[in-house]
């Protein structure tokens, strides 16, 4: 499989406002240079121990963004170098992750994880209790985290038709917010939605931040 061709094929189809992020958890640090070497800068892990150690080796210019599951025990070991965490799930890790962050001074840009798929097994707000979270100012105190947006996983299904409504009714929700909570708020702008197989529904219903692995790398390596 040639990365390199890889990464040129798809990020020559992403509209100016869409950004690739590369995932890249469960492949070697070669697999990564290739794609950084075509330009690509952004990727995406979901292991604390394997991104602290890709982090160490690689080039310091790698934007690094969390996507996985974040345990709280975990967040002090990313916060000195991560870009982005999409995939807050509740008001308790938001307060560790500005609790590490402002330790070192730095703003962590998140994204609220939303629950939009049929599987129960995938974590997230559902769309009521992220309200019940922002409607509760509680986030508003916390100056070293800066809510940028929101995250979703569609149901993984062969249901194109399922996958959009999922996607599209997590951009409704964006809007709702951007408009009820952060109407002024210029960073709360992204929508970390599409992998792999649904990138290009994700892209027409209004993401902003793709996720792409095995149609960079192959399948994982485990």
């Known amino acids: ?77 990313i916060v000195p170098y991560i870009s982005m965490i999409h995939a807050v799930d509740s008001l308790k890790l938001l307060k560790e992750i500005n609790r590490q962050a402002e330790k070192i001074n730095r703003v962590i840009p998140c994204l609220l994880e939303i629950h939009i798929a049929k599987e129960e097994s995938k974590f997230g707000f559902t769309f009521d209790s992220c309200k019940e979270m922002l409607q509760n100012d509680e986030w508003r105190e916390l100056k070293n985290i800066c809510i ?46 599409g992998m792999s197989h649904d990138y290009h529904l994700a892209i027409e219903e209004g993401s902003t931040l793709i996720r792409v692995g095995s149609k960079i790398f192959g399948e994982r390596i485990y």
């Open 1 to 77: 499989m040639n990365i390199q061709e890889n990464i040129k094929n798809i990020t020559a189809e992403l509209p100016p406002h869409v950004r690739l992020v590369a995932v890249s958890k469960f492949h070697p640090n070669q697999a990564i240079e290739a794609a950084y070497e075509e330009g690509q800068h952004i990727f995406g892990e979901s292991k604390v121990q394997e991104l602290n150690a890709k982090h160490a080796d690689l080039p310091k210019d790698i934007e690094w963004h969390f996507i996985g599951h974040l345990q709280t025990n975990k967040v002090k070991y």
């Open 148 to 193: 940028a947006g929101v995250m979703g996983m569609a149901t993984n299904t062969d249901d194109n038709a399922e996958i959009r409504m999922e996607f599209r009714k997590l951009k409704l929700f964006f809007d709702e917010l951007k408009a009820g909570y952060f109407p002024q708020t210029d960073t709360f702008r992204e929508i970390s939605m």
